[in-house]
């Protein structure tokens, strides 16, 4: 059985581009999160000044607020004021980060559309099985490591947040702008540090999910040539169809002899049938040729029918070389073949 045999040949070309239609790809959860992440941080301070304008200026709206009755049509008017700022603000990073998931998606496994992860399974909804994932092996790794990443990223990002704690008695007596001018310069001091961890993360996680992803998918021998089978047809169907295909031409070949003027023969060998027909063709045609049995056979039909036999070991062999059957008789062979005929008609061989 194919699946009892040791898998340990990388998988075919055709095995790939299976898994990937049925949506099984190598894409690593945290190279896509750092792509993201990376994206979103640039993002970030691309529209710090942006966002900080936005935020003032709805800082001064409240503020001009203050003397005014809280009504209910003041209450709505802050409501939509807040949510249009506030979308101003998210909309334009919301959609940097969307296209930077789909793009640290491409960047991994390439365009890859298909809808048939889509489709209904219901096989999933077997709660056994569906519970023997949850306690996996696989499952317990993926937890192990969500879990030593997690607590990584945040003990290096905890020692440099408390060095800036440090920092804040002295902050607090800056004014506004540069209190968040020092927020910016930390801001990005701890996300270079953050990205660098994640990063080597993302690293480690490419790797191994790439080489299980492979080794998941290595066949064995018999299943590499059962693909192979598969693509290219069964050899022995192949070779009955061509042996149908040989047996077909060669009835249609013998059945051309009777019609034949001559033909040329080696005496032990080869057989050449010729006909030559001044309203269809400009030369004279091969319409059978053989050697050994077939030869003999051609000889038999030529002899049964009244066609003549007539021994040219040098003109049998150049024919049965040089000219397929159907074809005409090349030109440095017109001589040759014109004396046979000729003798052929003069002895009256011809068959009528």
Do not use: C
Request: hydrophobic share 50%; proline share 5%.
């Amino acid at each position: 059985m194919a699946d009892d045999q040791e898998k340990t040949e990388e998988p075919t070309a055709k095995k790939l581009a299976d898994a990937r239609e049925e949506g099984n790809v190598p894409r690593s959860q945290d190279t896509a999160g750092v792509i993201v992440l990376f994206v979103a941080i640039l993002a970030l301070l691309a529209m710090f000044s942006f966002i900080a304008d936005h935020l003032l200026s709805l800082t001064k709206y409240y503020f001009s607020l203050m003397n005014h009755p809280l009504e209910q049509v003041n209450l709505i008017d802050i409501a939509i004021v807040t949510f249009r700022e506030f979308l101003i603000m998210a909309l334009p990073f919301t959609l940097i980060v969307a296209i930077a998931g789909v793009a640290g998606t491409v960047a991994q496994i390439g365009f890859n559309f298909t809808t048939k992860p889509l489709a209904p399974n219901f096989s999933k909804l077997d709660p056994i099985a569906g519970f023997a994932n949850m306690v996996s092996m696989q499952k317990v790794i993926e937890a192990l490591k969500i879990t030593f990443k997690s607590f990584a990223a945040m003990g290096v990002g905890f020692i440099f947040f408390w060095a800036y704690m440090k920092e804040l008695p002295t902050v607090a007596l800056f004014s506004l702008w540069d209190q968040m001018a020092w927020f910016k310069e930390k801001a990005i001091i701890l996300a270079a540090v953050m990205l660098v961890v994640l990063f080597l993360f993302a690293v480690v996680d490419l790797f191994l999910t790439r080489k299980h992803y492979f080794d998941k998918l290595k066949m064995s021998m018999q299943e590499i040539k059962d693909e192979m089978k598969n693509m290219e047809g069964d050899p022995h169907v192949k070779a009955k169809i061509r042996q149908i295909q040989m047996q077909a031409a060669r009835k249609r070949m013998m059945s051309a002899v009777p019609h034949a003027d001559v033909v040329v023969t080696n005496p032990t060998h080869y057989a050449v049938a010729i006909k030559y027909d001044e309203t269809k063709h400009n030369a004279p045609v091969v319409v059978a040729k053989g050697v050994d049995n077939i030869a003999v056979q051609i000889k038999k039909i030529a002899r049964e029918n009244g066609v003549h036999v007539m021994e040219s070991p040098p003109l049998a062999r150049a024919l049965y070389k040089d000219v397929e059957i159907d074809h005409p008789v090349p030109e440095a062979l017109f001589v040759a073949v014109a004396e046979v005929l000729a003798y052929v008609y003069k002895m009256g061989k011809k068959k009528k």
